[in-house]
């Protein structure tokens, strides 16, 4: 293994807030600094106070040496976004919404002379019913193969099985499939049989005494009420959380995957 070239992928959860994002500005570096991180992939559709990503929000990630961001169901609420998810390459929303929405789900940057592609898609139990998540993946990533063999997927999705089933379907065909959308961080990191990474979920960057993310009162009070009560981004120390996996250069296979949580006290 120590001949082999490897290259090193950060991936990190939702971002939420504020919290999330003061977090990032002053942990990121770091975080590649620890893992030598040739790459980085966040999710921001959280970022804008818990709901989408503003422009200049996605123009400060950049410039910290973020390299794709992906997203999810929130991605549409911030106006002044929209006009990025065609002309920006390095900012994603799932894949399998209708090619009548704006912008794109996939892209392939190069990053250090290599190539390498990200995926994003969207699950669809106990989400809005959008395309198949199982065919349109596939389909992405039969043409990112005939470019690349490092894929990395973020699958935004609720419920555990999809994503559990996700991964095992594109298992051996990508580099990594990873789980965002709950903000709760799993402890079932692994390399599945075909040599693909996989966790349920990476967790979020944002509050970490919070429900996730979001003001643990308003949150209580729905439950008691059952009332519609706009969800407020709680204002406590931070976490950055995600996963560091190392892959083959060559072939794309996943060698390691690791998960991490860092709290900040500010």
């Known amino acids: 293994m120590s001949d082999t070239k490897t290259f090193v992928a950060l991936l990190l959860g939702d971002v939420c807030g504020q919290p999330g994002c003061r977090a990032l500005f002053m942990g990121l570096g770091s975080l ?8 980085v992939i966040v999710n921001g559709e959280n970022a804008a106070n818990g709901f989408g990503l503003s422009a200049s929000l996605m123009e400060q990630f950049f410039s910290l040496g973020v390299d794709v961001i992906t997203s999810g169901n929130h991605i549409w609420q911030q106006d002044d976004l929209r006009p990025y998810l065609d002309s920006e390459k390095r900012l994603l929303r799932p894949a399998n919404y209708p090619p009548q929405a704006p912008g794109h789900g996939s892209v392939v940057v190069d990053v250090k002379g290599t190539k390498v592609a990200v995926l994003n898609l969207q699950g669809r139990m106990q989400l809005p019913s959008i395309d198949c998540p199982f065919r349109i993946g ?6 990112l193969r005939k470019q690349t063999p490092l894929i990395f997927v973020d699958f935004h999705a609720e419920n555990t099985e999809e994503k559990e089933a996700l991964g095992l379907y594109l298992d051996g065909k990508i580099s990594a499939m990873v ?3 709950t903000h709760v961080q799993t402890a079932d990191e692994k390399i599945l049989p075909q040599k693909s990474a996989y966790i349920t979920d990476i967790g979020l960057c944002g509050p970490s005494e919070s429900v996730i993310g979001s003001d643990p009162g308003i949150s209580i009070a729905r439950q008691l009420t059952q009332m519609p009560m706009r969800s407020e981004i709680a204002d406590t120390p931070p976490v950055l959380q995600g996963v560091c996996i190392t892959v083959e250069s060559a072939t794309g296979n996943a060698l390691k995957i690791e998960r991490f949580s860092r709290n900040f006290l500010i």
């Open 179 to 181: 789980g965002t959308h």
């Open 138 to 143: 596939l389909e992405q990533v039969q043409k």
């Open 32 to 39: 590649v600094k620890d893992y030598r991180a040739d790459m």
